[in-house]
């Protein structure tokens, strides 16, 4: 009994160390979609460093892609790889202007995409609390309620965020909302709830030079924690 006693953490480690250290071809893939990254000069358009400073409006035209320091903690898993092989714009007007058009995106081989995904992936904010949103199946009809309030009431997210809304009439969705911020027509399938969170408490971390609101100060309404994270679920709820 004694010698289990001593055996049993010691395995138990080492299960622990297969089962959380990356694989070889884990590795090899991440590798590769750094070296992606570099030799298609993606660089030339989203930088990887942050939290950023803010710039003068005048320099802002020179901006051609999102910052992509925190695309881990952003995006849902997966759906990097999807977008890179099959890209579609977010907004209704050119990156960092009121211009409507867009910036062609290039599109990557599914391989490839994977790949640059895999690396993309791993670029997060450390400082980024995980786990608040709950993970609800459905969300709760109350906290959906509160959301709907704040969001087409007393902050009118939708003149700058399109969404989809349905119709129960004809049974039917409708677009409505701006196109000078990224839509929210699937915003479930691509934004990590908690990020939402960390974005509506702190947008000018992520984007020092949009045009958030950054809630609590005077000229806006003060949100609270339940606030956030109905929001937050709201937003993901868009399919």
């Known amino acids: ?12 480690a080492g ?8 694989t070889a071809s884990q590795g090899a893939e991440f590798d590769e979609g750094k070296a992606l990254f570099q030799n298609n000069n993606c ?37 990097l790889a999807q977008w890179l092989s099959k890209p579609e714009p977010f907004r209704g007007v050119i990156y960092g202007a009121m211009k409507r058009g867009k910036y062609p995106h290039p599109v990557l081989a599914e391989n490839d995409a994977a790949k640059v995904a895999a690396y993309l992936e791993s670029l997060k904010d450390p400082q980024m ?7 609800w199946k459905k969300v709760p009809r109350k906290v959906l309620r509160r959301a709907r309030i704040l969001f087409q009431k007393k902050q009118p997210c939708y003149s700058c965020h399109m969404v989809a809304i349905r119709k129960t009439v004809y049974r039917t969705r409708i677009e409505v909302g701006g ?9 479930g399938r ?10 509506l408490k702190k947008p000018a971390r992520y984007n020092p030079n949009g045009r958030m609101p950054v809630y609590g100060d005077k000229p806006f309404t003060r949100l609270s924690e339940k606030d956030f994270i109905a929001l937050a679920a709201y937003i993901a709820s868009f399919k």
């Open 129 to 135: 609390p995980v786990g608040v949103v709950p993970r």
């Open 179 to 187: 196109h000078s911020a990224p839509h929210f027509k699937d915003a």
């Open 190 to 199: 691509r934004l990590n709830p908690d990020f939402i969170v960390a974005f």
């Open 43 to 79: 660089g030339s358009c989203h930088t990887r460093k942050g939290p950023e400073n803010r710039i003068p409006p005048p320099a802002r035209h020179g901006i051609k892609g999102p910052t992509l320091w925190y695309a881990g903690s952003k995006f849902r898993p997966g759906f």
């Open 1 to 12: 009994m004694i010698r289990i006693k001593k055996t049993l953490p010691l395995a138990f």
């Open 15 to 22: 299960i622990c160390f297969l089962l959380l250290a990356p």
